[in-house]
């Protein structure tokens, strides 16, 4: 047996380890590469170091909207979906407040395609004015669909602009307001384009039943001749240590009481990110959670309730969100979820229930890994965060976390000054239905 | 410098031989069929117990999801707590979806604890008592949850368009309403249970890595269950429908359309589903689709619309569905009947027949891309009496229909006289 064989044996209870390999181009472009023989697919993913947080403050929802552009046709290519379609694939893109990714996939023998349609598109847009005028549109049905038409549907943007100040983390990916979408102009997708879209800003993964060799041959040819230009540093405020309870209010035409609660917490990359995230999983994941049990079984002060954080790379948000039983004074709900924030300060979580978080996330991680398509955009992801290897290591540090360090982690988050609160009430208070 | 302004040369999709990979099956001793895929570099399983428990076979509404609810929620060894406790330790998740014609129960683990869990599910399934205070806290809390969804025009229009196309009493049709949840019985929950779980119809589907003792361990825990009831399923009347065309407002305020239109369609089996799929694809199954490049992406009325063909046992339904803004709803609507009517009168160019055999293809390929997509797809056909030469019909159809079938499809199934059509505001 040699060495890596009798490592992979002692770590075997584990998922297996995600082989990969990276090389850069001269023009600043990431590459890695992750072969799997047993599908006859190939994923082709890029992913740019851009988001919402890169934002003109009076220009949001930007970062979002250029996504749906960037299908609007390249300088070379008219259009990029029905190639694609042509060779068996498919495609679609997602934008967050850091980062804006595209994700294609394709039976392996077709993967030059994505590799001509993907460097076209990074060389540069057709800029279309047709295409800025029709994607306005439908973006505003996309904010309309998802935050005007629908219950509660604000209360992310009141909590956002609440919590944080000078951080660009106070707007939505999606916007802060339709007039902002509906103002954009083609010179602004222009100048965002050339800003952002570059080589030594993105990361390209190629993940499936492909070669080295052969994405290397195929990343030369295709986008080695990307000029370089001028790779975007990005200079954002930081949020301002908050020293006050911050609480706001408002009155809807929603069915029950809801309440919205947030604490400035650590970033995706600080030390403290592992213990914060099995912290809310220990608040509430899932029945068996602190939260379910004291405030939905025992209490009935909730109908549901649930603790989570952004994860996002700048310092994110834990956000505790429930909805009040009818009849229950949303006063009353929050001085509940207080006490137990106390609890966990106070009483630290026994070793079986810190288990419990830690079985969860090693059962999900594994879970994550099963398809190709979540392999390639985990290694980009990782890669954007500093090293593609953390798909294989982040496990060892949640592992490490103690108790001591959930009780530390709940001292430093849950501090009321650290704290911004949204009551959200239902307007006509004796309407049954 | 490579030539951009050409296409790399392809593999033609269509080339592909696409074949599923096979399925084992076991009767357990106690004729429990199980099913199940090996395979996957994780170490990790799913196991889904499909019980024909859904809604079609309860006589008062709810209670079938009730039932799917409740039943891990007390047996007469452990408390709701302790149940998901146990799961939750070893990081399982164990879900029970509630549809139509069965239930689910969903059990997803890293395999290494296959062993301590199998028992808690056999427990489950043959020892649950619904204690009256996990009772009243699932209603007062699904009365909430219900509330809230009553206020999404997209939740609202889906179930309004089940009962314009099936009417009120069917169990395709029927909506539970806030009044049903409060007239729950804890007594129609427990018989229901013992019908339709203690002596039900069930199937075992598992996939992905585990030991050799594998069905051992399954044998051991469900060898013994007396189950192996076969239900039929319950004879259901369609009726003609009594509105064709409905408007509805439930926010005055509201700044975008739920838009329905679906007619009643024959059920797989029937000689033009295959063909109606690749139909439904040019419509509006895909991104490329017709109703796709015209309402979304030339018009911009809406952020997406989709044609779909629904998979029931006994009827499904061929229906269009989308979010559009309020002042371009009936502009969309008389593009959807215009998509419609093209379809019925030209034939599908060769070169888009082309783009959409190649996409479905691939999507096909993708679509066995692992132990649980296999699953997915043995799980589908063994639960509708199919087997995989109807795996291979699709592929075929893919590969091989022509235009002028296309255009006969159409003829007979897309008449806009036979769309019920439903907007929610």
């Known amino acids: ?433 | 410098m490579p030539d951009r302004k050409k296409a790399p040369a392809l593999k033609e999709p269509n080339a592909y031989e696409v074949r599923l990979p096979a399925c084992e099956k076991i009767e357990l001793k106690s004729q429990v069929p199980l099913f199940y895929v090996k395979g996957g570099a994780e170490p990790v399983v799913q196991i889904e117990w499909v019980l024909r428990a859904g809604n079609i076979f309860e006589n008062n509404k709810g209670v079938a999801a009730a039932v799917a609810a409740l039943f891990k929620r007390g047996t007469g060894k452990k408390s709701a707590f302790e149940i998901s406790r146990q799961f939750e330790f070893f990081g399982a998740s164990f879900q029970a979806v509630c549809q139509a014609e069965y239930v689910v129960l969903s059990l997803e683990t890293l395999s290494k604890y296959i062993g301590e869990l199998l028992p808690l599910v056999r427990e489950l399934l043959t020892d649950a008592i619904f204690p009256d205070d996990e009772f009243e806290l699932y209603r007062q809390n699904s009365i909430q949850h219900l509330q809230v969804y009553l206020k999404k025009s997209d939740f609202v229009a889906d179930r309004e368009m089940g009962t314009m196309l099936f009417g009120r009493n069917n169990p395709y049709g029927k909506k539970t309403a806030i009044a049903d949840l409060d007239k729950l019985s804890l007594t129609d929950i427990k018989n229901f249970y013992e019908k339709n779980y203690l002596d039900g119809d069930l199937k075992i589907f598992a996939s992905g890595q585990w030991d050799k003792d594998f069905v051992e361990l399954m044998e051991h825990n469900f060898g013994d269950l007396n189950i192996g009831n076969k239900k039929v399923l319950p004879d259901v009347e369609t009726q003609e429908p009594e509105i064709r065309k409905n408007d509805l407002v439930i926010d005055s305020n509201g700044v975008q359309a739920s838009i329905r239109i679906a007619r009643i369609f024959p059920d797989k089996k029937h000689p033009d589903f295959q063909k109606a799929l690749v139909l439904n694809t040019i419509f509006g199954g895909y991104f490329g689709s017709r109703l796709q490049s015209n309402i979304r992406e030339d018009k911009g009325y809406t952020y997406g619309i989709y044609s779909y063909l629904q998979f029931n046992l006994k009827y499904t339904l061929w229906g269009i569905s989308t979010e559009s803004g309020k002042e371009v709803a009936d502009a969309a609507i008389s593009e959807i009947y215009k998509e419609m009517d093209r379809l019925t009168k030209e034939e599908v160019p060769q070169e888009e027949l082309q783009l959409v055999r190649n996409y479905s293809i691939g999507r096909q390929l993708n679509g066995l891309d692992g132990p649980f997509r296999i699953m997915d797809w043995w799980r589908m056909l063994i639960m509708n009496d199919l087997d995989e030469k109807y795996f291979e019909e699709r592929i075929r159809t893919i590969k091989t229909i022509t235009p002028g079938e296309l255009l006969e499809v159409a003829k007979k199934y897309l008449k806009p006289e036979d769309f019920l059509e439903l907007k929610v505001v």
């Open chain 1, 1 to 433: 047996m040699n060495l890596e064989l009798a490592i992979h044996f002692l770590f075997g209870n584990f998922a297996s380890m995600i082989e990969f390999s990276r090389f850069s181009l001269a023009n600043g472009l990431r590459v890695i590469v992750h072969e799997d023989h047993t599908t006859p697919m190939a994923v082709v993913n890029v992913l740019y170091d851009v988001g919402a947080r890169d934002e003109n403050p009076e220009k949001t929802g930007f970062a979002h909207m250029f996504e749906h552009l960037m299908f609007g046709g390249s300088i070379n290519i008219p259009v990029y979906d029905s190639p694609l379609q042509m060779a068996g694939g498919e495609n679609n893109a997602y934008t967050t407040s850091d980062l804006t990714d595209y994700y294609c996939r394709l039976p392996a023998e077709n993967l030059e395609t994505a590799f001509w349609l993907e460097s076209d598109r990074m060389l540069s847009l057709a800029f279309s004015r047709k295409s800025l005028n029709v994607q306005k549109k439908v973006v505003s049905e996309e904010f309309k669909e998802n935050f005007i038409n629908q219950p509660y549907g604000d209360a992310w943007h009141k909590l956002r602009a609440l919590a944080y100040r000078v951080h660009p983390y106070q707007w939505m990916t999606i916007g802060k307001d339709l007039s902002h979408i509906e103002s954009a102009r083609l010179q602004d997708v222009k100048d965002f384009f050339f800003e952002h879209y570059t080589p030594a800003n993105a990361i390209l993964t190629v993940a499936g039943n492909v070669s080295l060799d052969q994405v290397k041959s195929l990343a030369e040819k295709w986008f080695g001749e990307i000029p370089v230009r001028k790779k975007y540093e990005r200079h954002l405020p930081e949020e301002p240590v908050q020293t006050e309870a911050r609480f706001l209010e408002v009155t809807a035409d929603v069915p029950l009481d809801a309440i919205y609660k947030c604490w400035h917490g650590f970033s995706r990359t600080d030390a403290g990110f592992y213990s914060m995230d099995l912290l809310t999983d220990i608040l509430s994941g899932g029945n068996s959670s602190r939260l379910y049990q004291s405030l939905v079984k025992d209490k009935k002060l909730f109908s549901s309730i649930s603790c989570y954080h952004t994860g996002s790379i700048d310092p994110g948000m834990v956000v505790i969100e429930g909805k009040l039983v009818r009849g229950i004074k949303i006063e009353d709900g929050d001085a509940a979820i207080q006490d137990e924030l106390e609890k966990i300060k106070n009483n630290p979580p026994d070793s079986p229930e810190l288990q419990k978080v830690k079985n969860g996330t090693e059962s999900s991680l594994a879970f994550e890994d099963v398809s190709l398509m979540n392999r390639a955009l985990s290694l980009a992801n990782y890669e954007l965060l500093g090293d593609a290897n953390y798909i294989n290591t982040e496990w060892d540090l949640y592992n490490a976390v103690t108790t001591d360090d959930i009780v530390n982690t709940a001292k430093k988050i849950f501090r009321k000054e650290n704290s911004s609160t949204l009551y959200y009430r239902r307007k006509n208070q004796n309407n049954y239905l």
